[in-house]
């Protein structure tokens, strides 16, 4: 069962912008993680953000996490062509034992 | 190594036939996963393992059967497969089950159910 939803499902930018993707998830988490799959191939962990913290940096990534509003939002800053991915947020689910994927964004950075 | 390796890459197999998919890491990962995402969604949970014992099975037909042989290696046997079973398959593992680290994913399996 999926957890989280993201927004928007599709996002296309040029290179050099920025790219925000929101997620929204329905009950309460110990963590929220982000992952970028390229061309329906294995996913890759971009970043992991834990309940107490409420923003995280990791290069060009910012994340940050509202538990008030169950909700996260991944930043991409300076986009580059090879950002071209989706991403789907995912929470470890209602009782912390398995991570649970939320819809997803696919993101076009244009050349 | 912090990769996690599945085979075969391709599968095409017919409904009746039985075939195997393989996931492997070296990692020293306590808990294994199973998931499956058709075109355009997010993986599904199918299965996970912790220290080789089922620990979570997403209501999965029986078509579908885990194995975990040993701390390393993570099998799905698949029998009388039905063509909406056509997807990527992924594996994945981490250091324990709960997921307050990453998770590292394979490359999956492309199935193809003829």
């Known amino acids: 069962s999926q957890q989280g939803e993201e927004d928007p499902q599709a996002l296309s930018i040029q290179e050099g912008e920025n790219a925000t993707m929101n997620c929204s998830y329905k009950?309460?988490?110990?963590?929220l993680q982000w992952y970028r799959q390229n061309s329906g191939r294995g996913l890759v962990h971009l970043i992991l953000?834990?309940?107490?913290?409420r923003e995280k940096h990791s290069g060009r990534l910012r994340v940050t996490l509202d538990t008030s509003k169950k909700s996260s939002s991944l930043l991409i800053t300076a986009s580059r062509a090879a950002d071209t991915a989706s991403y789907f947020c995912?929470?470890?689910?209602?009782?912390?034992?398995?991570?649970?994927f939320g819809a997803g964004t696919i993101l076009r950075v244009k050349s | 190594d912090t990769e996690v390796t599945q085979t075969p890459k391709h599968l095409v197999m017919g409904m009746t036939n039985k075939k195997s998919l393989k996931c492997e890491q070296h990692?020293?990962?306590?808990?294994m996963y199973w998931y499956k995402q058709k075109a355009k969604k997010p993986p599904e949970l199918m299965f996970v393992?912790?220290?080789?014992?089922?620990?979570i099975n997403e209501s999965v037909p029986s078509r579908f059967s885990p194995e975990c042989p040993n701390s390393s290696l993570l099998n799905l046997h698949l029998h009388a497969l039905q063509p909406e079973d056509s997807a990527l398959y992924l594996c994945?593992?981490?250091?324990?089950?709960?997921?307050?680290?990453?998770?590292?994913f394979g490359q999956g399996t492309r199935l193809t159910v003829v």
């Open positions: 995912a929470t470890d689910g209602e009782y912390g034992n398995k991570l649970v």
């Open positions: 994945a593992s981490s250091k324990k089950q709960g997921l307050a680290t990453e998770a590292f």
């Open positions: 990692m020293g990962h306590r808990a």
């Open positions: 393992y912790s220290y080789e014992k089922l620990s």
């Open positions: 009950t309460s988490i110990n963590n």
């Open positions: 953000i834990r309940s107490n913290e």
